[in-house]
């Protein structure tokens, strides 16, 4: 690396002096008085040059930084999907002689893999809609003015500081069975039986809600888990959108007789939508990141109830060795990753703000 920078050093100051000489040269002295005369000569130089001269003077500070993402990033996704093709089970070497898409076809029959990939969809929508819901509701409330603002502000945002690491530990101490605080808030009102009763699955014998183990309640105890970790980002987001709208807007809604759930619905909110893009698209790649959320709660194993792509990568490559399979199913969360950024990134790209 010092060897290519140095190299592009080298060259761009070369560039540098053939153009400042070629200027000096075109500096004529008059015949009048002695006056010089520039000539567009390095002007030429430049233009003639196959990339822009600003292009070139900037390589040594973007080139590094694009050389190590495409290595170390866009380079590790070709070779996962390479490795994907083979049969590699994580002894000897990787064979690359013949590809094919076995991983994938596998992957088709494989119902463990579509469970995750419902619980990811799932988890993804309704995790997204939520945060998005509470915060736009939030953030209408301290867009009143209300008193303690900043500090309430502060207090709701302060989950999204906190690790997965954190609160999923938090949350598993809630959610315990036996003495979490959850169970026993609903013991303290005599709600546990009752729920008990709603919640428990067909064949299931149990006096205490299972939060984390029922098909009932995992993944929804996960969801809830994480809203209340981001919905504090939805909500900064969605009031600087409502910071951003004139106030003609809502004096005009008034005086035209609007009421107030009126005219948030017809005059305020429709004009959140950029706001809400974007925030929606931060949502789902949180997301789509509750591997560590979700490991940490339940480990590699959590169960086919709370089991997501990115839990079932890691089990099959790290903990069964199918290098190849887990590679396949890595593929697969990268194309959903890129089905959530890539429409957004596009029409950033259309507006001309990308």
Known sequence: MREILSRLLATGGRLRSAVSRDESDGDQ???????????????????????????????????????????????????????????????GGAQYETFDFSMYSRMLNDGAFWQAAQNTVVLLVVFTVLCLALGLFVA??????????NTFRTI??????????????????VYNARNGVLNQLFRLFNLEGALVGLLRPAGVNAEVIQWLSWNTTALAAVIFALIWQFSGYAMVVFLAGLRAIPTEHYEAARVDGASTIRMYA?????????SAVSASVVLMVFALKAFDFIYALRGSQPGANM???????YRVAFDSLQWAYGSAVAIVLFALALLVIGPYLYSEYRRGEL
């Open 29 to 91: 002295l008059a015949t009048d008085g002695g006056a010089t005369v520039e000539t567009t000569r390095g002007d030429s130089l430049r233009n003639s040059l196959p990339v822009e001269w600003e292009l070139i003077e900037s390589a040594p500070f973007w080139l590094p930084p694009v050389l190590f993402a495409g290595f170390f990033v866009y380079g590790a996704i070709a070779w996962n999907f390479l490795l994907s093709l083979t049969d590699y089970n994580g002894l």
């Open 140 to 149: 209408i409330l301290i867009d009143q003015q209300i008193r303690f603002e």
């Open 156 to 173: 709701y945002l302060l989950p999204m500081s906190l690790s997965f690491v954190v609160t999923a530990t938090m949350w598993a101490w």
């Open 266 to 274: 017809r005059v305020i909110i429709p004009q959140l939508r950029a």
């Open 307 to 313: 089991d997501i792509l990115a839990t079932m990568m």
